[in-house]
């Protein structure tokens, strides 16, 4: 059984917490909002929009794309992530996502 070294954030609290004291970097792809507070292990959550992807399984497409970025990039920061796709994300590019994510997360200090 492979150990992972990361968790999803779910606590409400724990989310409206982030988004207040988080600094951010951003593309035309992803908007990254990150904090150091009270992470004692990676933690993240994506959020896709219904309003640009309004098909279900393209936004489920979308959000296991995103942890398999998350895998390939066998991520050591202690950091609490909030990844948020903007609308100019394209599926069959993955590559390319795959690399403007990679560039965006290495960003953050």
Do not use: G, W
């Not at 988004?19 to 933690?43: A, E, G, P, V």
């Amino acid at each position: 059984m492979k150990i992972r070294n990361f968790a999803t954030l779910n606590k409400n609290d724990n989310v409206k917490l982030l988004l207040n004291n988080s600094k951010s970097k951003f593309d035309n792809i992803f908007i990254l909002r990150y904090s150091y507070l009270n992470s004692n292990k990676f933690k993240y959550l994506i959020s896709v929009s219904k309003k640009f992807f309004k098909k279900a399984t393209t936004r489920n497409k979308i959000k296991r794309q995103i942890r398999t970025f998350i895998r390939r990039l066998n991520i050591t920061k202690k950091v609490n992530l909030i990844i948020i796709v903007k609308k100019n994300y394209d599926c069959k590019k993955y590559s390319s996502n795959f690399e403007s994510f990679s560039i965006l997360f290495n960003k953050i200090n």
